[in-house]
T-cell receptor, first 116, second 112 residues
Framework: GAVVSQHPSWVICKSGTSVKIECRSL??????MFWYRQFPKQSLMLMAT?????????EQGVEKDKFLINHASLTLSTLTVTSAHPEDSSFYIC????????????FGPGTRLLVL | GDSVTQMEGPVTLSEEAFLTINCTYT??????LFWYVQYPGEGLQLLLK?????DKGSNKGFEATYRKETTSFHLEKGSVQVSDSAVYFC???????????FGSGTRLQVQP
């Protein structure tokens, strides 16, 4: 099946710094990528939808200036957490899909962020 | 808005026991329904799906039937194995949307 990778798998940073997380589709072209956030023992919450070559669409309540998303190519999307604070500590998961009638989302393994 | 409710875990079973994980949903349109599985250290993988009422999704011995009248999509397996130990997520994709709405996940632990 299709593979989606994320890098890094975990990161610890100081409060006030920025962190970039990469999401790559390894063997297919992803016209759309999704970024989710998961809190402990809770469901995945959609943060934003990004389409290659256009601006991301953010869900209500998600600060676009805080969580910068870039989808510059059909195989790479990045999420940058700017001026990170301890409350941004979470598990960030991306997924990627090809466009089509049998569209399936393929998920990355996630990135655990801890902000000190 | 859309929502998915799953039974809380963890669910602990002995090998070869029967498994049911309940899932109910609310949606504004005519959603497609999914079960995803997450093994330790790995990303979510699609386990099975159903796109319309009365459809049955099945894979690897797991089954779930799309019940519109009860807005449910319960996951079942007749005989679980230790290798089935994982977290299971129920999800939906509503009409006109590409993103998924997830339940909170149910951890399954199968003991030898």
């Amino acid at each position: 099946g299709a593979v989606v990778s994320q890098h890094p798998s975990w990161v610890i940073c100081k409060s006030g710094t920025s962190v970039k997380i990469e999401c790559r589709s390894l063997d297919f072209q992803a016209t759309t990528m999704f970024w989710y956030r998961q809190f402990p023992k809770q469901s995945l919450m959609l943060m934003a939808t990004s389409n290659e070559g256009s601006k991301a669409t953010y869900e209500q309540g998600v600060e676009k200036d805080k969580f910068l998303i870039n989808h510059a190519s059909l195989t790479l999307s990045t999420l940058t957490v700017t001026s990170a604070h301890p409350e941004d500590s979470s598990f960030y998961i991306c997924s990627a899909s090809e466009q089509g009638p049998k569209e399936t989302q393929y998920f990355g393994p996630g990135t655990r962020l801890l902000v000190l | 808005g859309d929502s998915v409710t799953q039974m809380e875990g963890p669910v602990t079973l002995s090998e070869e026991a029967f498994l049911t994980i309940n899932c109910t949903y609310t949606a504004t349109g005519y959603p497609s329904l999914f079960w995803y599985v997450q093994y330790p250290g790995e990303g979510l993988q699609l386990l099975l799906k159903a796109t319309k009422a009365d459809d049955k999704g099945s894979n690897k011995g797991f089954e779930a039937t799309y019940r519109k009248e009860t807005t449910s999509f319960h996951l079942e397996k007749g005989s679980v194995q230790v290798s089935d130990s994982a977290v299971y997520f129920c999800a939906l994709r509503d009409t006109g949307r590409r993103a998924l709405t997830f339940g909170s996940g149910t951890r399954l632990q199968v003991q030898p």
